[in-house]
């Protein structure tokens, strides 16, 4: 067992492209590292590089202490799930997972000893002698963990395994696999793009865009503190808001203008953001989480900043309710707006944005149950002041 | 992965399986292609000699002839392959695959007898003393005795159904395969839309099988061109009433062996090489078949 | 109504003449040999004679020159057996390589192939008798062994199958449980190809087994012809077509019968390989076309 770490790694094509810039990051022994973004960032290509599936063009992995720049796959010692699984088709259950065993030419005893346990852990004991393609898709995404586990190796890497499994399954086997990995204490990379897996089953998360790193922390500090707009509006769901605002200093206090209405900020808060002054009269960005708005009726105390707005579309969970609504406010119009909107592939806003500057801001907010707004009112929505982010027009960074 | 390095050495991934199968390419394959076209460009001493190897042989008197049944054996050959293979392949789709399955494997039995043996039984086919199609014989091809059915102007007829014979069974195969890809979706869609069977065979499936009918042209083309088999067996059984050099390919064998020129032999093999591949490229174009919405 | 019955009459007669204009003459050569020379023109062209004519026809058969039927057929088996094993060996690793690997020359080597597959082997026959003979090969059974084993639709055929039936992660994960090149393919790669190894067997096995030029140029010594020349030679000297030949001196027993069960016997290990060989064959011609 042992940690995995990446200096300066990059991975650059033929043509010039660079599908990883320069990744800088360390996974201790033992943890469970997220790699998550949307498609096209690297996250797979770093993986497969751990793997030794990818060619590292710069820079240098390691494993352990050990540098395994070229050294092919099968002397790093490390496990994978794939995406697709990857099982051997000719082969049963039991000796799909016994495969890699026998390879290494370990002994007859031991292969029994190791795949029993395996298939314990896995409730795979029924299928053991069954080709795979009798098998369900979980049975099979449980073969190609026991495949992996199986090996004991010094790290799993596991690429998107449960992306090919229905809803319900999903949220079980994220269970499983976090349980499995808490109980084998194994290092492990898992990829994905879905940002619940993410939040739900790492220790640490690293967000990356485009090939470079964009943040890496746990789940909570991903959350609450983004780096930059593009951290805050991947992570979240349903996604952050983003607004274009201003920042004025009134009286001695920072107010935030959105539209025609002002947000006053405490000092406690103007104490958390000291590169706010900087930007006194200029252009910022404002992210506003959904939790941080609320029916106007239902919000209590009764001189908080108030966003007067029209409700377009309410999506009741039962435990709350999603409110769309527009206010009279522009959209924050950047590239990462722009990217988060093709990710999640949502025409709407991207046609939206193509528009140009707009009179009116789309937002979403998680609303009380008890709501009693209806859909084309005219509505007042609280904002919780305390939790506002801001970032950079140009840079996407927080400030 | 590009490579796997293993203790320093880079290895190309997959080149070391290839490895075995390039000495036979080479010696079998691409040095004989070479050694052909510089055969035919050279006199024995080995001395260029420009295309003066292609005049000499162009000016045999059986040269013309031998060309001659070529092109009709080849024109019945093509002809018979598009419309009755391209036609029992539709006759067959579509409908009670058991029994399509049965007339399939009839179709196919004689395409084990391929060469020789399929010659053979067609000697005696054509022998209006012993065969069952003798009514035929008589009727058709004026007949009665075998060396009337081999007269010279039969000849390319009976070639090309021998040759039909022994390659049909396959190509309907390989037709009926390229018809099953076709979604029947699209089928149901046309007789929805009122298409009648034969329009919905020429208009829809035929078009969409168009690649494969290339394929088969293409292939049957070349090795049509290049006929030995049939006319030197024919030639064993007439008693001389064939000639040996009936087909280019025949002329080119006796070139080599009785006058031992090869740079003549080679000259007509290069010409049944261009041949060939014209009639490749003619077909590709014709067909369109490189196109892009494929 | 009447329309469509009328169009599925006419479209199970034409079915009918066809498939009778296919298996006809088969017929006629299984029931030939049962029949003696005579008997083969008075009776009916499907009767059946007796046994006892088909064991005279392969007597006189047998004593054609000392055993030389027997001898054709050895060497066909030969031939083909030993060209198509070298066949499999060569052409399934380098199909493999071509599909899933990566390196310089792949794109050349498979267009060349596909170039080589199309040209007609007649063509290269002369220039390969000439290499050969330059070689000092003429004479040996491997001037016709050798070149057998060049098929490069073999090849193809396991280019399509690979680079169409195996997905490339599959072999990744051969490669992180512990397999070098040369495992994961004979681990992986190679038990996942049953179905293209029949293919490729059944094509090379029956080319091999029904090539008539090559051998009858490279050849000079009955004794090492295959039964595809074997066959030309008894018809070019027996009296079967040729009533003058066979008359002066020796006498041979080669008649219709004789020659009709020459034919037949050269048939059927063929037809043995043809027959378990069809449903892989089928399969296999549309393999490429349906995806799993």
């Known amino acids: ?399 | 992965m590009e490579a796997t390095r293993t203790r320093g050495l880079r290895v190309p991934r997959g080149a070391p399986f290839v490895l075995p199968y390039l000495p036979f390419l080479i010696v079998f394959g691409i040095a004989p292609t070479i050694y052909a076209l510089d055969l035919a460009f050279t006199n024995a001493g080995g001395g260029w000699v420009g295309f003066h190897n292609f005049v000499r042989a162009y000016d045999d008197f059986r040269f013309v002839p031998a060309f001659k049944h070529i092109l009709i054996y080849t024109i019945v050959w093509l002809g018979a392959l598009m419309v009755f293979v391209v036609g029992l392949a539709l006759l067959l789709h579509g409908r009670a695959t058991r029994v399509s399955a049965t007339y399939r494997f009839l179709f196919y039995i004689p395409g084990a007898l391929a060469g020789a043996a399929a010659v053979v039984i067609w000697l005696f086919m054509l022998d209006p003393t012993v065969s069952p199609g003798s009514f035929l014989l008589r009727h058709v091809l004026g007949a009665s005795i075998f060396a009337q059915s081999i007269a010279p102007g039969n000849l390319p007829y009976i070639f090309a159904m021998i040759a039909f014979w022994t390659a049909a069974g396959g190509w309907i195969v390989v037709m009926y395969g390229a018809l099953n890809t076709i979604p029947p979706d699209l089928e149901e869609a046309a007789r929805i839309d009122g298409a009648g069977p034969f329009t919905i065979a020429f208009r829809l499936k035929l078009p969409l099988i168009r690649k494969w009918i290339a394929y088969m042209l293409i292939l049957s083309f070349a090795t049509g061109t290049q006929l030995f088999v049939e006319p030197e067996i024919v030639q064993h059984a007439s008693f001389g009433l064939v000639p040996d050099t009936w087909s280019p390919n025949q002329l080119a064998y006796q070139q080599a062996f009785r006058y031992a020129d090869f740079n003549v032999a080679a000259a007509i093999a290069v010409d049944l090489l261009l041949i060939g591949l014209l009639g490749a490229v003619l077909i590709v174009s014709r067909s369109g078949l490189f196109r892009a919405e494929d | 109504m009447g329309v469509r019955l009328l169009g599925l009459g006419a479209r199970m007669a034409i079915l009918l003449v066809f498939a009778i204009f296919f298996v006809a003459p088969i017929l006629w050569l299984v029931l030939a040999p049962t029949k003696s020379d005579h008997a083969l023109v008075t009776s009916s062209p499907f009767s059946f004679g007796s046994f006892h004519n088909v064991g005279l026809a392969w007597r006189h058969l047998d004593a054609y020159s000392d055993h030389l039927y027997r001898r054709w057929i050895a060497n066909t088996l030969v031939y083909s057996l030993s060209a198509t094993a070298i066949t499999l060996a060569i052409s399934i690793p380098a199909g493999y390589g071509l599909a899933l690997g990566k390196f310089p020359g792949r794109k050349l080597i498979l267009s060349l192939t596909l170039v080589v597959m199309i040209m007609p082997a007649a063509s290269l026959v002369l220039p390969i008798f000439l290499e050969l003979n330059a070689l000092h090969l003429i004479g040996s059974v491997f001037s016709v062994i050798l070149p057998f084993s060049f098929f490069p639709f073999g090849v193809y055929l396991a280019y399509i199958y690979y680079a169409t039936s195996i997905p490339p992660e599959l072999l990744d994960a051969a490669r992180v449980d512990g397999c070098g090149e040369w495992l994961t393919f004979r681990r992986v790669a190679l038990p996942l190809a049953k179905p293209v190894v029949a293919l490729v067997f059944f094509f090379s096995f029956v080319s091999n087994w029904n090539n008539f030029f090559l051998p009858y140029v490279v050849l000079a010594d009955s004794n090492q012809y295959p039964i595809t020349v074997g066959l030309s030679n008894l018809l070019a000297s027996t009296p079967s077509f040729n009533p003058a030949v066979g008359g002066g001196g020796q006498t041979t027993n080669i008649f219709k019968p004789e020659l009709a069960l020459a034919t037949l016997v050269a048939v059927i290990p063929v037809a043995i390989v043809f027959l378990f060989s069809q449903r892989a064959l089928v399969r296999g011609t549309l393999g490429g076309s349906v995806k799993q």
């Open chain 1, 1 to 399: 067992m042992a940690g995995v770490s990446f200096e300066a790694a990059s991975k650059v094509y033929g043509d010039g492209t660079r599908a990883l810039d320069k990744l800088d990051l360390t996974i201790e022994d033992g943890e469970f590292m997220v790699l998550v973004g949307p498609s096209g960032c690297g996250k797979t290509t770093a993986l497969r590089m751990v793997a030794g599936l990818e060619e590292i063009s710069e820079g240098v992995v390691k494993i352990g202490d050990r540098v395994v720049n070229g050294l092919s796959p099968k002397n790093r010692d490390i496990a994978m799930v794939f995406q697709s699984y990857a099982l051997y088709p000719h082969l049963s259950v039991h000796d799909n997972i016994a495969f890699a065993l026998k390879i290494k030419k370990v002994p007859k005893a031991e292969i029994r000893r190791r795949v029993d346990e395996a298939a314990r852990i896995l409730d795979l004991e029924p299928h053991l002698k069954r080709k795979p393609r009798s098998l369900s898709g979980g049975q099979r995404q449980r073969v190609a963990m026991g495949r992996a586990i199986v090996r004991q190796p010094q790290a799993f890497l596991m690429d998107e395994p449960l992306s090919n499994l229905d809803a319900k399954l999903r949220v079980q086997m994220r269970a499983d696999i976090k349980k499995i990995q808490g109980d084998l204490g194994v290092t492990t990379i898992y990829v994905t793009h879905d940002q619940v897996e993410a939040m739900t089953m790492g220790h640490r998360v690293a967000v990356m865009r485009k090939g470079e790193l964009q943040q890496v922390a746990d789940p909570i500090e991903l959350y609450n503190r983004p780096l930059n707009m593009f951290v805050g509006g991947f992570i979240g769901s349903p996604a952050m808001n983003m607004l274009d605002a201003r920042v004025e200093r009134r009286n001695g206090s920072f107010e935030i203008v959105v539209g025609d209405v002002r947000i006053p900020l405490d000092e406690t808060k103007v104490a958390q953001h000291p590169g706010l002054s900087a930007y006194k009269g200029g252009r910022i960005v404002l992210g506003i989480r959904p939790e941080s708005l609320e029916d106007a009726a239902l919000a209590g105390e009764g001189n908080g900043p108030r966003l007067r707005g029209q409700a377009e579309l309410r999506e009741a969970l039962g435990s709350e309710m999603l409110m769309h609504f527009t206010i009279a406010a522009s959209p924050a119009v950047t590239n990462e707006v722009r990217e988060l909107a093709e990710d999640v592939g949502d025409d709407r806003a991207l046609g939206q944005l193509a528009e140009g500057p707009s009179a009116r801001a789309s937002l979403v907010g998680r609303f009380s149950p008890q709501t009693q707004i209806r859909e084309g009112e005219s509505i007042e929505v609280a904002v919780d002041a305390r939790a506002l982010h801001f970032f950079d027009v140009d840079s996407g960074l927080a400030v």
